[in-house]
């Protein structure tokens, strides 16, 4: 498996850090990458026409979505810091090669739709500022592909500052645009108590969800919080959560601050003064100037959009980036990969402003922005699954109340999708000429993703009861045996593979010792890792063997039985005689697996050899 962003991962030193403030500070800076996108051009346009159309009574969405985003982005540092693995490694790590395929797919719409918002938005902010047409600014922004590797190659510490720098432009213009603004504070308290005005009101509210927690930002964290190189120790891992969680809440808070101070902006200028359709960003513009007085408010707008957008694309890329490799383990030069994502955002803009004109780019963000929300539910659920798996974190999953929370987030992402989805076919079936292309077309495609998301939920559940039965856990043991008058056998090593033939090993084992005996019981890792590493591997399957190992013991022990365990690693003929003959057994157990024909030659070979190297008798029980 290649590193997730190979050219910056563990490029920023955390350990020589050691006061406190240099120590957060050496950690600040992913989140402000992923904060961005939740301030980009899409989410301008949802957050416009939220506040013209209903006022100030949608900033408590702003407000729930910011408290998800706090959620779901810590818990994909958490899989960053604590695994290694981004969200499209785990994922390509968990599923078959097909979903993990349909998966990659999924999250490039995401990309590209988020692409397609931050390319309109900064075209409008270019459009806006210089009176550059339409679709000149929209070709412009495939000059940032160069700000990109130039910015990659000076670092990710530089990179971060950029971007900084620019989320605080884009902070100080809403600053003073509120205090131009002169916003009613009672209702915008108020607009903190949730109520949904309309159905219209649903379609802006799932697109501010849509706008703000977004799919691609998932991938983007886990993999941006492995740039920072710290003592990997368990001291080491709860540090980096606790300075990342620090970041993320500082950074998704100011991002907060931008959502809404749009929202308030919008509701204060237009509804109040009984402009409920000002949905254009273009518009927006024009109408500040008369209404808040200052030619200073539309220029800050304008900036505050360029500085967004730029902002967003560059995350936009890494995003990308991560996605392609994580899931194809496909790495392609940075710029070409630039530049196929600009292309897939630049042609559908194009297209649809020359066929409809300027007047349907608030139309076209506001789409792109619920087609984000709609990919939602295939990035959030496998992150709760890998988070919640005690093997794959390694101690560090998160807690019950927090699994019900983040289940319960998805809950609601889903189902605010689900009823979109539903009522926009039902309206297409109700008024198409054509319905059974669409039923043909549109309705199976729905059952499909309705499918595909059914499987993602469920399967990791399946997976780990299965799982639970193949590897043959030891409370699934029965171990009757027939106590004997004497036993000669006092010291007697096992050798187990957590398969059916555990038992029969354990049991003849027991007959032979009694209850007085000691046992050994003996796993030999065979990976790949541990033929090469030894001891020194830490990989998936050594986690589980160790855990099953404990297992064993346990529940042996608190049958009354002595138990000790010993963990190789390599070949099992080579191995095994070293454990043995410094140990002082009275014999070795093992189970077959009733292998015939060329099993049976294979294994037997094995025990040949094994047999020749040790001084004890060998026990083969069927």
């Not at 500052?161 to 603004?181: C, K, Q």
């Not at 980036?321 to 530049?339: C, D």
């Amino acid at each position: 498996m290649t590193k997730s962003l190979e050219e910056v991962h563990q490029s920023v030193a955390t350990e020589h850090k050691k006061t406190g403030f240099r120590k957060i500070l050496a950690f600040l800076g992913p989140a402000y990458l992923v904060s961005v996108g939740y301030m980009d051009p899409g989410n301008w346009a949802t957050d416009i026409a939220g506040g013209s159309q209903f006022g100030y009574s949608l900033l408590w969405v702003l407000l729930m979505s910011n408290l998800m985003a706090l959620l779901l982005q810590s818990l994909s540092a958490r899989l960053g810091i604590v695994t290694q693995r981004d969200l499209a490694q785990a994922s390509r790590e968990t599923y078959s090669k097909f979903i993990n395929y349909i998966l990659y797919f999924l999250a490039e719409i995401a990309i590209a739709a988020c692409d397609l918002a931050e390319v309109l938005g900064m075209a409008i902010g270019i459009n806006l500022l210089f009176d550059i047409p339409l679709i000149e600014g929209v070709l412009i922004t495939v000059l940032d592909t160069f700000l990109l590797l130039f910015l990659i190659n000076k670092g990710i510490r530089k990179m971060e500052a950029f971007i900084i720098v620019l989320v605080a432009i884009i902070g100080f213009s809403f600053i003073f645009e509120m205090i131009f603004a002169e916003p009613e504070l009672d209702k915008v308290i108020y607009g903190l108590v949730p109520s949904i005005p309309s159905s219209a009101a649903l379609y802006i509210a799932i697109g501010i969800i849509g706008a703000t927690v977004m799919p691609h930002n998932l991938y983007l964290h886990s993999s941006l919080v492995q740039t920072r190189k710290f003592d990997r120790t368990p001291a080491g891992i709860k540090q980096a959560l606790k300075y990342n969680f620090i970041d993320s809440t500082i950074a998704l808070n100011l991002a907060f601050f931008v959502n809404a101070a749009i929202l308030i902006l919008a509701a204060a200028t237009f509804y109040r003064n009984g402009m409920f359709e000002v949905a254009e960003i273009q518009d927006a513009h024009k109408f500040l100037e008369p209404l808040l007085g200052t030619k200073w408010a539309p220029v800050l707008f304008a900036v505050a959009l360029i500085a967004a957008g730029q902002s967003s694309t560059v995350t936009g890329t890494l995003a990308g980036q991560i996605v392609m490799e994580g899931y194809l383990n496909l790495r392609i030069q940075p710029w070409v990969r630039r530049i196929i994502t600009r292309l897939i955002a630049i042609i559908p803009a194009v297209v649809v402003i020359l066929i409809y004109g300027e007047s349907v780019t608030g139309k076209l963000l506001i789409l792109s922005q619920v087609i984000l929300s709609l990919q939602l539910g295939f990035a959030i659920i496998p992150l709760i699954h890998f988070v919640s798996d005690k093997t794959k974190m390694k101690g560090f999953h998160i807690s019950r109340t927090t699994q019900i929370a983040a289940w319960i987030i998805a809950l609601i992402i889903v189902s605010l999708n689900a009823k979109l989805v539903y009522d926009e076919i039902t309206s297409w079936l109700a008024t198409s000429n054509h319905p059974a292309i669409l039923w043909c077309t549109v309705v199976p495609l729905a059952f499909g993703f309705l499918g595909l998301l059914l499987y993602i939920v469920f399967k990791p559940f399946i997976a780990r009861i299965k799982s639970n039965i193949e590897n043959h856990s030891p409370h699934h043991l029965k171990l009757h045996f027939t106590p004997k008058e004497s036993y000669t056998k006092k010291n007697i090593a096992i050798s187990v593979d957590f398969s059916k033939a555990d038992e029969a090993a354990l049991n003849n084992a027991f007959e032979l010792g009694g209850i007085d005996a000691k046992y050994t019981l003996i796993h030999i890792v065979e990976t790949v890792g541990a033929l090469m590493y030894g001891g020194h591997v830490d990989d998936h399957e050594t986690t589980i063997d160790e855990k099953l190992l404990l297992q064993y013991k346990e529940m042996l022990s608190q049958k009354g039985f002595r138990i000790e365990t010993e963990l190789g690693f390599g070949k099992p003929n080579t191995v095994i005689p070293k454990i043995i003959n410094v140990g002082n057994f009275d014999i070795l157990v093992m189970g077959t697996h009733g292998h015939t024909g060329l099993k049976d030659i294979l294994f037997g070979t094995t025990v040949d050899k094994l047999r020749h190297k040790i001084s004890i008798p060998l026990l083969i029980v069927k």
